[in-house]
């Protein structure tokens, strides 16, 4: 019985250590994309406030696309000089770095004109 309680407290332990950085604030770089379909399933356009998160952060949540507990969760992402949006993750980024976020056009531009491209240090975490 002590045996079986070790192997429960163990395996809780491991997971809420895998867990737990996924709620914490993020840095990365955001760069725009035209949304269509996405991983989640849904069609989105690009006045729609959406996101695509890098495929690692994506399937950290689990394998599979759609249904995955991601889809649909809000992430509040700020720029350097302080403007802020929030948007639904919709999708994965296959190009992204582990923390970079791709935003709808509509989304990028809350941040910053369309023409940098790519802002560098946006900070951004889960609501």
């Not at 729609?48 to 696309?65: C, I, K, L, Y």
């Not at 296959?94 to 923390?99: E, G, L």
Request: overall charge negative; some cysteine.
């Amino acid at each position: 019985m002590f045996q079986y309680v070790i192997l429960v407290l163990l395996a809780l332990f491991s997971t809420l250590a895998y867990a737990a950085p996924v709620f914490q604030p993020h840095s990365g770089d955001a760069t725009f994309f035209r949304p269509a379909v996405g991983a989640c399933g849904d069609t989105n356009t690009v006045s729609d406030f959406v996101v695509a998160v890098s495929f690692e952060f994506f399937h950290s949540f689990g394998p599979q696309t759609n249904g995955n507990p991601i889809c649909d969760r809000r992430i509040q992402a700020t720029a350097p000089g302080g403007k802020t949006v929030t948007v639904t993750v919709k999708d994965k980024c296959a190009a992204c770095a582990h923390f970079d976020i791709d935003m709808s056009p509509v989304a990028f531009d809350q941040l910053a004109d369309s023409s940098v491209g790519r802002i560098h240090a946006v900070k951004w975490h889960l609501l």
